[in-house]
């Protein structure tokens, strides 16, 4: 079984920036496609990021340029780092590790950009 902890998430002026952390106990965390969800308030989640097993990526049209999806097989930990952030930008970040054998979720973080 795999267990999900997100952390990093807090407020930031817009234009900061933050870097998420998903960190994974049990499983062979090399083998999963790893995912950054967000969902706000009233909107449906939505994928922001996707590194896969062999490192490939892609993002959400909107934070191309800005989030940067990374992935520590050694540390079973995968990344978000997300640069000039935007008020849209907020949101309950969340990680997720899918695989035919599973998916499995984080508890989710707050990603809060306001002055």
């Known amino acids: 079984q795999v267990q999900l902890v997100e952390s990093g998430g807090g407020l930031v002026q817009p234009g900061g920036s933050l870097r998420l952390s998903c960190k994974a106990t049990?499983?062979?965390?090399?083998?999963?496609?790893v995912n950054w969800f967000r969902e706000a308030p009233g909107k449906q989640r939505e994928p922001v990021a996707t590194?896969?097993?062999?490192?490939?990526?892609t993002y959400l049209d909107a934070v191309k340029g800005r989030f940067a999806i990374s992935r520590d097989n050694d540390k079973k930990t995968a990344y978000l780092q997300m640069n000039n952030l935007a008020p849209a930008d907020t949101a309950v970040y969340y990680c997720?590790?899918?695989?035919?054998?599973?998916?499995?979720w984080g508890q989710g973080t707050q990603v809060t950009v306001s002055s």
């Open positions: 997720n590790l899918n695989h035919a054998s599973g998916d499995y």
């Open positions: 049990g499983g062979i965390f090399s083998i999963y496609v």
């Open positions: 590194i896969g097993s062999g490192g490939s990526t």
